[in-house]
Every structure is written in C-alpha cells, then in structure tokens.
C-alpha cells in the first residue's frame, strides 16, 4: 500500500539519505551517504527496514510531517524532542503514528543530524544505486516545507495496548546515543611522523568545529605543526576520516563526499566508529583525539557490528510477537560490509 507522507516542517538542511553508493569511487564519484551512518542503521533496524534502506537525513531544526495511514517511524541522531499532535513522547524506540497525526521531531543539543526512518521503501530518485544526495553532482535531493513522498509500506493498522504511541523499547547501542565525549580515536599512517611532534600535540590538544564545516570536512580550530619543508606534495588517494594539515593554520577530517585524491600531509585517519561521530560534529564542538591501534580500532567495529545483529534480532522477535509482518531477510546479517 502506497501512503502519503506531507512535510510540514523541515530543518535547515532535509534530504533524502541512505548509506551511500557502493564501488563509484574508482568512477571519482565520492560514496557519501549519512554522515552518522550508525544512526541511520538503527533508525531502518527499529521500523524492519534494511540497514540501505532511504531515509530522513535533517541537519539542525525540527521536522514536522503526517502520514495519510498508520506508519512505524523511528528517529535517532540529534534528537531533542518528539511530539505527536502536541504531546510529548518518549524517545529511543519505534512509534505508532496514527493516521493524519502530526509528528515534530526537535533536534538536539549534543548532536548536529536526526535520522527519520519509516517502515517500509520511501519513493525517491537514486543516482548511481543510491538514494544519497551529491550536490556536485546536481543531485540534491532537498525536501522543503511543503513536499510530498510516497511510502509504500505494508503495515497500515498498528495496534499497541500496552506502551501507548511506543511500539516496544530496547538499547540503543552505545556509540549511537546523542551524549558524546568529545574523543576522536585516530590512527596513525605512513607519513605521521613526518612532521616533528604531531603525535603529542593531536593527544593533548582541544579542537574547536568551525563554521566552515561542510559536508565534505570538518575543519577544526587548535595548534597544528607543519612540514619542515616546502616541497610540493604529490597528489595521492585520500580515504574517509583522513586528518590533513592546509597551508592554514587548522585541520580538516574527511567525510564521506570528500575529494578522492589530495596534496595536503595526511597525520592520521579516524577510526570507523569515531567517523559517526565526526559526522555529528557541531560548530563551536569541541574535539580530543586518543591514538589507538588498528587491532583495537578493528575491535571496536566488530562489536559495534555485533550489537547491531543483536538489535536487529531482537527487533524482528517484537515484530513477531506484535503479529506485524516483517521481512527478516530485509535486516543484513552481521559483517562489516560497508
């Protein structure tokens, strides 16, 4: 069944999001996708959606919307508050949201992007495989005030007695919640010790998120070294979370719509669960960096991929109990895929 879903309200900047285009990078097409790609998993794991699944990406604001049937919709990232026709709800779980009712999601405090998931395959255009937009590309994919999406969804009558609007409650893994401690754990590369010092001045340095962020870096404010020497570097593949040193007296960690190749030293990279949090960073944020090691790094993936398949599971058993019809195939089995 195909429904309706009206955009009331939106943030300063709403798009349509999944988790980015897999093998375009050999094409120079940046992968993008949501910058805290683990919101965004456990967003589409709490409605029975595929972790690729498109959803809501809204960078600061609120976002107010109806449905024209019964939906499941979850949100997580930066979330502040949530209300239904006026009512306050609790987070951290999925809603039943009646037909016509109006859901406000007011972002938070502690976190830069809320993630809206709903139940089901949002209609959207994809570019290259992906929902994901690239502006470079003249792909944006803006959801304004007043827009329309079809949803087609096969559940449309949602019945809880017990929680009220909240169809079940579980954890959110640690390292999606919206309480950051502000340290970036970073490894080192091949050219860190090029520059004198640099290790012992990431470790005990504060760094500031500056308004000239974007969706391709973050660019940070704090004591940086240089190169002792002038030499022209040459241009060479850069990965997400990769820490380069400018001309300018800042640091820029690499997102996801990053330039693949660049000239600047490269100091490090972010570790793959630090780069979610990275991807909420906020103007005026300040960040430490620790240094850890690729085994430990690794480690930390694994088990963050392991709560996943966890909540997942765990999901699917309430679908079931709840006698709604999900397909357990649509929710990824454990792996570090993407």
Known sequence: MTTAIHFHEVGWRTTFQDLGRAGTERFGVPRGGAADQGAA????????????????????????????????????????????????????????????????????????????????????ERFLGSAAPDARMGFTQAITAGSDADLATNITLIEQPYLGRALFRMPVPELVATSRDGVIRIVDCAYTDEIDGIRELLAGSVYTVTDRSDHVGIRLDGPVLHLAHDREIVSHGVPIGAIEIPHSDELIVLGRYRTLTAGYPIVGFVTRQSQDLIGQARPGQELRFAWTDRAAARQAALRFEAELTQLAAAALGAFSYLGLEVDADRIRSAGLTQ
């Open 41 to 124: 998993r456990v967003a589409n794991i709490f409605v029975g959606n595929p972790d690729t699944a498109p959803l809501i990406e809204s960078l600061g604001g609120a976002v107010a919307f109806h449905a024209s049937t019964d939906v499941l919709v979850s949100m997580t990232g930066s979330v502040g508050s949530i209300s239904i026709d006026g009512v306050v709800v609790e987070q951290g779980q999925p809603l039943a949201i009646p037909a016509e009712a109006v859901v406000r999601v007011e972002a938070g405090a502690n976190a830069a992007r809320t993630y809206i998931a709903f139940n089901g395959t949002l209609a959207t």
